[in-house]
C-alpha cells in the first residue's frame, strides 16, 4: 500500500544499546522528517532531509543519528540510548520543492519506544 | 523565531453544537498556517492549511479555519460536531523565510459529549 511506514511500532531496550527505527515512504516524496512527541512538549524536530544525501538538524537532534541512501527511506539510530529517549516517534514526508513551504506533511503511525 | 500558543489544553463541547479550537502564533512574516489531527495510537493527519487568498479556509471532514493577521490568529471551526472528532488537535506554522520547520503548537484535546 502507499504512505508511509514505520517499524518497529514498539520497542523496548536497555541502557546504551543502540536502536534503530524505519521510515519507509512510497511517494517519492523530496523531504522527510523525524519527529518526537512528549507530554508537554509537543512534537520537536529531530532530524530533517531535503533529499538523499542530504540531512540537516532540527530541535533536538544530540544522541541521534540519521542517514537518508535512498529517496524512500530515512532510518533513526538512537547511537546509546537513554532514558530520555523514550518517547514517541513520527517520521513525516512533504512533497514540496525546494524553498517552497507550502506542502503539508504526512505522518507515519509512530514508533513507542521505551529505554529502560 | 517563530511560535504557536493554543491556549486551551482541554476542550469541551455538545455533539451538535459548534465547536472551536484555538490557535495564535508569531513569525517574521507571512506565515504558512496548518492544522493536524491526532487519534489515540495514529500518527497526525493534515485537516487543512493557509498559505494565501480567502482567510476562510475548508478543509477535511467539514473543518474550516479562519486566518485573522490582524490578530494573528488561526482557530479552527465546526458547525455542528460529532462525537468522533473528539482527538487531539495540533496547530502549526511555517516561516516562508524560514526554511522547512514546522512549529508545533502544544496541542487541544477535543471532547465532544453525546
Known amino acids: 500500500d502507499a504512505g508511509i511506514t514505520q517499524s518497529p511500532r514498539y520497542k523496548i531496550t536497555e541502557t546504551g544499546r543502540q536502536v534503530t527505527l524505519m521510515c519507509h515512504q512510497t511517494?517519492?516524496?523530496?523531504?522527510m522528517f523525524w519527529y518526537r512527541q512528549d507530554l508537554g512538549h509537543g512534537l520537536r524536530l529531530i532530524y530533517y532531509?531535503?533529499?538523499?544525501?542530504?540531512?540537516d538538524k532540527g530541535e533536538v537532534p544530540d544522541g541521534y543519528v540519521v542517514s537518508r541512501s535512498k529517496t524512500e527511506n530515512f532510518p533513526l539510530t538512537l547511537e546509546s540510548a537513554t532514558r530520555s529517549q523514550t518517547s514517541v516517534y513520527f517520521c513525516?514526508?512533504?512533497?514540496?520543492?525546494?524553498?517552497?513551504?507550502?506542502?503539508?506533511?504526512?505522518f507515519g503511525e509512530g514508533s513507542r519506544l521505551t529505554v529502560l | 523565531a517563530q511560535s504557536v500558543a493554543q491556549p486551551e489544553d482541554q476542550v469541551n463541547v455538545a455533539e451538535g453544537n459548534p465547536l472551536t479550537v484555538k490557535c495564535t502564533y508569531s513569525?517574521?512574516?507571512?506565515?504558512?498556517l496548518f492544522w493536524y489531527v491526532q487519534y489515540p495510537n495514529r500518527g497526525l493527519q493534515f485537516l487543512l492549511k493557509y498559505i494565501t487568498g480567502d482567510n476562510l479556509v475548508k478543509g477535511s471532514y467539514g473543518f474550516e479555519a479562519e486566518f485573522n493577521k490582524s490578530q494573528t490568529s488561526f482557530h479552527l471551526k465546526k458547525p455542528s460536531a460529532l462525537v468522533s472528532d473528539s482527538a487531539l488537535y495540533f496547530c502549526?506554522?511555517?516561516?516562508?523565510?524560514?526554511?522547512?520547520?514546522?512549529?508545533f503548537g502544544p496541542g487541544t484535546r477535543l471532547s465532544v459529549l453525546p
Open positions: 511517494w517519492s516524496h523530496s523531504y
Open positions: 513525516a514526508s512533504s512533497a514540496q520543492r525546494q524553498g517552497d513551504g507550502t506542502g503539508e506533511l504526512f
Open positions: 532531509s531535503a533529499a538523499a544525501d542530504i540531512t
Open positions: 513569525v517574521s512574516g507571512n506565515p504558512y
Open positions: 502549526a506554522v511555517r516561516d516562508r523565510g524560514y526554511g522547512q520547520n514546522f512549529v
